[in-house]
């Protein structure tokens, strides 16, 4: 397997530029995912790595060797695709072992590669049937069979599970994690899902308009967003912002917020201007002993807890509180704020203000 290097990469398609210096390390067998919404970059990055495009500038690294001119066909990747991609007259045995017969393997080795795989997958028993009637998890599988088969350096996977339903995705996702776990591959993931990436990825690349938004572990992309797109992006609900003008000094603990004194971390340095407090659902305790008030306009019950859309002075905000907890629609409570979970942003730009809770996130991310 090997490690990736990407390098001030850019990709220009006429007057539009798709990705735009990026920068970033793959390590020796990560689970590597790009994420971003549709027209975001991940997809052109991808592809750029596997050498299905060729980057306008940048280099990319692959084993400590720089392929960024070199085809596809010169960089030992292998592929998997949303659409499974396989030959449709030929069976699930003659389709995992395409790529080792173009190769000019000896049958017998293919025989015992191809078992090898399957065995792997766990699919010993439809070797021998058409793809056609396979089911969507199946011709997935053997999708992978295939790009498994060759012992490449690295996958590539663009969106693989995207054309199966969302219960079996989620158990396909379970499998795939698995499945690279006990192979100890580099591979590298693109996909829309921040659910999929969390689950999945080793590390995470946020992509929109091109641009890298962060890169580093899920944890920290979860807890300690760079910018409020990531904020935004992450999390089921997202980010709470609720926006407010003000002036902070560096090794500030507390912000003034309409006239309420609230805990954030300690700032590193100063800010004056519009401001925009960002705090996740689940560190949002509602108790009446909280100064900042808000009116309960809706609660929705999930099981063990509910999300309860609050208005407060400073904007509309949910919050997941135990689903045992009482609320009426109406109802004004208080609420109180877990400082130590909150990031502040700068309104204008978007950017994260360097705190301690996210200094290392932003001087690597």
Same mark, same amino acid.
Request: negative net charge.
């Given at each position: ?12 398609? &006429? ?14 067998? =990560? ?33 400590? =060797? ?27 045995? $003659? ?11 000896? +049958?017998?080795?293919?025989?015992? $590669? @191809? ?15 058409? @793809?056609?009637?396979?089911?969507? &998890? ?14 490449? $350096? ?12 969302? =219960? ?20 590298? %993931? ?51 912002? *609720?926006?407010?003008? #003000? ?6 603990? +507390? ?6 004194? *609230?805990? @954030? ?20 305790? *509602?108790?009446?002993? !909280?100064?900042?008030? !808000? ?5 929705? %019950? ?15 905000? $949910? ?10 629609? #109406?109802?004004?409570?208080? /609420? ?7 990031? /502040? ?16 996130? *932003?001087?690597?991310?």
């Amino acid at each position: 397997m090997a490690e990736i290097v990407i390098r001030n990469l850019r990709k220009e398609f &006429g007057d539009f530029t798709a990705v735009q210096s990026s920068s970033f390390k793959i390590e020796d067998g =990560e689970f590597f995912m790009l994420l971003g919404p549709s027209g975001c970059g991940k997809t052109t990055t991808l592809r750029m790595i596997a050498g299905l495009e060729l980057p306008t500038s940048g280099e990319i690294y692959i084993d400590g =060797e720089e392929v960024g001119q070199r085809p596809a066909s010169q960089r030992d990747i292998a592929f998997v695709f949303q659409m499974f991609a396989l030959y449709p007259h030929m069976n699930v045995r $003659k389709n995992i072992s395409y790529p080792l017969v173009s190769q000019g393997m000896p +049958k017998h080795q293919v025989a015992e $590669k @191809v078992a090898e795989v399957a065995r792997i997958l766990g699919i010993e028993k439809i070797l021998d049937r058409p @793809v056609g009637g396979l089911s969507g &998890g199946d011709r997935q599988r053997v999708a992978l069979g295939r790009a498994i088969v060759r012992d490449p $350096k690295a996958f590539m996977m663009d969106e693989p599970l995207g054309a199966l339903d969302a =219960e079996f995705r989620e158990h396909m996702a379970e499998e795939l994690r698995a499945l690279h776990d006990r192979m100890g591959a580099t591979t590298v %993931y693109v996909t829309h899902d921040q659910l999929e990436a969390m689950q999945m990825g080793d590390k995470i690349v946020v992509m929109n308009h091109g641009v890298i938004e962060q890169f580093g572990t899920p944890q920290d992309i979860y807890d300690k967003p760079a910018t409020m797109f990531v904020a935004d992006f992450i999390g089921s609900p997202p980010m709470n912002f *609720l926006r407010f003008h #003000g002036e902070v000094h560096a090794g500030a603990s +507390k912000v003034m917020m309409h006239h309420e004194e *609230l805990d @954030v971390p300690r700032l590193m340095e100063p800010f004056e201007g519009d401001m925009v407090f960002g705090i996740r659902p689940e560190h949002i305790t *509602l108790n009446d002993s !909280g100064s900042y008030r !808000g009116e309960v306009l809706a609660a929705e %019950y999930l099981g063990t807890t509910q999300i309860v859309t609050l208005k407060t002075a400073s904007g509309e905000l $949910k919050a997941r509180i135990p689903s045992d907890q009482p609320v009426r629609a #109406g109802e004004f409570v208080g /609420l109180e704020f877990n400082g130590s979970t909150v990031t /502040l942003f700068d309104n204008q730009s978007g950017r994260a203000l360097r705190s301690e809770l996210n200094e290392g996130v *932003l001087a690597h991310g």
